[in-house]
């Protein structure tokens, strides 16, 4: 994206961007949905008796 719009802002490849973007903005909510899903686990796991 970076070199690209350097050029000129229409070599950049924007439908390649969305999906960074997208990639970006999914990757938090999921990363704090596994670690509590794991958490949950271990504390279970944990427990005694």
């Known amino acids: 994206m970076g070199v690209g719009a350097t050029k000129r802002l229409s070599a950049v490849k924007w ?3 969305g ?3 997208w990639a970006w903005v999914l990757t938090m909510p999921v990363n704090a949905l596994l670690a509590y899903v ?8 944990a427990k005694p008796g």
Do not use: D, E
């Open 38 to 45: 794991f958490q949950r686990v271990l504390i279970l796991m």
């Open 15 to 17: 439908g390649i961007v």
């Open 19 to 21: 999906q960074m973007v």
